[in-house]
Each structure stands twice: as structure tokens, then as C-alpha cells.
């Protein structure tokens, strides 16, 4: 099945080179089964897994995971402390693996907000996984997107006000410089599991012409043949950039 995909995939024409996630859906997986929230963060890290491989293996260059957003901040401590544990624990367990499959991982987000052993055991898989070369992994954690465009503003501010800068001269460049994905081209891809029809505060600037996918999937249950299945649904996409559509005359 997942390799039936795959094959239609690789002979669907381009594959998208960045692809983001908004993992979304535990908490309704785990009430589904009358379970606590924290184990579907738990079965998640599982989805993580499968869509890691399924991106190295659809030949996706970019994968960016929404893993916690400064929204989440918001939840009950138990619950943010749940999260933060799994994100030590998938960042002490994967490493070794992640490496063997060339996987370097990146993390992009606010982490002063986050505890001193989350952050260390994240600075470790970052560290850990340098070099790789067959897939780049984004965890966003403690990212939000209007957090992301106010650090842009106050450093251009303040660049302004030390009458380094003229504030006709700031463009697009200069901004994507200063967001925490600088240097990656924007996602073409965007998918949200469980139904949600919103963007939550994820990659404001660089989702501006990003194809949306909305699977009806738990994030628990999304496995490497959904993430095949979006990326065929980009493939049916004509992407046109305000322009208009290939194919149709000037008149
Ligand atoms: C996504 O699942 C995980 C995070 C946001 C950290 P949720 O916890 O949001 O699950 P639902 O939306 O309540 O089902
Ligand atoms: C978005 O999901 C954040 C992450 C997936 C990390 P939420 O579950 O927090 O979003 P809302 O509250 O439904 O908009
Ligand atoms: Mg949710």
C-alpha cells in the first residue's frame, strides 16, 4: 500500500522540496479510546517516526514539524510538562537513529520559554544529528508565528532608531534574514491533521503561497501512506503565484 504510493509519487511529477506539519489531533485520539491526553502526545511520537522515513523516502529536502506553539504555553501545566518530557525523550531516543538516516535536526522557536533539561536534550539531537545531508528536520517548539514577525520588527526597529538602516530600504530579504527559518525557501506544502481548518498561529510569513492539505486523521494515526497521499494531492496543484494559469493566452 505505502509502497504502491511511494511508486505513484516518485512518477507524479515534483515532489515538494519543504513540507510543514501541524500535528494536530492527540488529545481527541486519546479521548476516542477513553485514554489520557498525554498518551496520545506518546503515540504521536510514532506518527513523527513514520513521517520522518516517509519524507526521506518521497525525497522531500525540508520537513517542518509544529511540535509546540507559544499558544500551548496556555495548557495545564501537567499537560505542558507531558509534552515537554516526550520532546526530551524523542530527542535522547531518535538521535542515533536520525543520524544513521542522515536526518539533521534543527529546532526553530523561543527556548528560553523551555525548562533547561528539554532544552538541553533538544541542543543534544541538534548537535548529534549535524551534518546530515538526506533530510532537514524543523522542530518548532515554542514557535509562534506573530512572536516570529515582532522579534523581525523590533530588530529592524532598532537597527532604524541606531541610524544604521533606512526604512525604505527593508524588503522581503531582509526580513526572511531575520525569521527563524532564514536561509530555507518557504514551505510548499502545508498539512494539518485531524480536520482543522486554520493556519493556528503557524509560519505566518512563510505560508503566504504554500498549498494547504487538510487530512481528517488523528496525528496518532498519520502514517507515511498520508503523508504519500498529500503529497499527490500537491502534485494535482497548479501553483500560480498571483500569475494566471498556464496555458492561458493574453488577451
Ligand atoms: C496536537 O494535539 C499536539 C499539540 C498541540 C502539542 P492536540 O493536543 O492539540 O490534540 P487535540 O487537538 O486536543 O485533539
Ligand atoms: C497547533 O495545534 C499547535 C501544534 C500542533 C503544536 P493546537 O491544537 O494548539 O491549535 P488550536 O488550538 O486547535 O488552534
Ligand atoms: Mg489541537
Given amino acids: 500500500m505505502a509502497s ?26 486519546a479521548r476516542e479510546r477513553g485514554l489520557p491526553r498525554h498518551l496520545g502526545h506518546r503515540e504521536g511520537m510514532k506518527s513523527v517516526r ?6 526521506v523516502e518521497a525525497g522531500v529536502d525540508i520537513l517542518t514539524l509544529f511540535a509546540f506553539s507559544t499558544e500551548n504555553w496556555k495548557r495545564p ?23 544513521r538516516q542522515g ?44 512572536e516570529e514577525i515582532l522579534r523581525v520588527a523590533r530588530t529592524l526597529a532598532d537597527r ?24 530555507l525557501p518557504s514551505p510548499d506544502l502545508l498539512i494539518r491533521t ?10 505566518l510569513w512563510q505560508l503566504a503561497y504554500t498549498e494547504l492539505h487538510i487530512s481528517p486523521v488523528f496525528w496518532p494515526d498519520f502514517h507515511r501512506e498520508h503523508l504519500f497521499e498529500a503529497v499527490l494531492d500537491f502534485q494535482r496543484r ?3 503565484f498571483g500569475r494566471v494559469g498556464a496555458g492561458i493566452e493574453a488577451s
Fill in 160 to 183: 532604524v532608531q541606531a541610524g544604521h538602516l533606512d526604512p525604505d530600504d527593508i524588503d522581503n530579504t531582509m526580513v526572511e534574514d531575520l525569521l527563524f527559518t532564514r536561509g
Fill in 238 to 240: 497548479e501553483r500560480r
Fill in 103 to 146: 536526518v539533521e535536526v534543527h529546532v526553530l522557536g523561543d527556548l528560553e520559554r523551555v525548562d533547561e533539561s528539554t532544552r538541553s536534550a533538544v541542543l543534544e539531537i541538534v548537535e548529534g544529528t549535524r551534518g546530515g545531508e538526506s533530510l532537514r528536520l524543523n522542530l518548532m517548539i515554542s514557535y509562534g508565528g506573530r
Fill in 50 to 55: 513514520e513521517v520522518v522515513e516517509g519524507a
Fill in 77 to 99: 501545566a501537567q499537560e505542558v510538562s507531558a509534552l515537554m518530557g516526550l520532546l526530551q525523550l524523542y530527542a535522547r531516543k531518535e538521535r542515533t537513529e536520525l543520524r
Fill in 4 to 29: 504502491d504510493l511511494l511508486d505513484r509519487v516518485r512518477l507524479g511529477g515534483t515532489v515538494p522540496s519543504h513540507v510543514a506539519v501541524i500535528m494536530d489531533g492527540n488529545g481527541r485520539w
Fill in 194 to 203: 485531524s480536520g482543522e481548518h486554520r493556519i493556528s498561529n503557524f509560519m
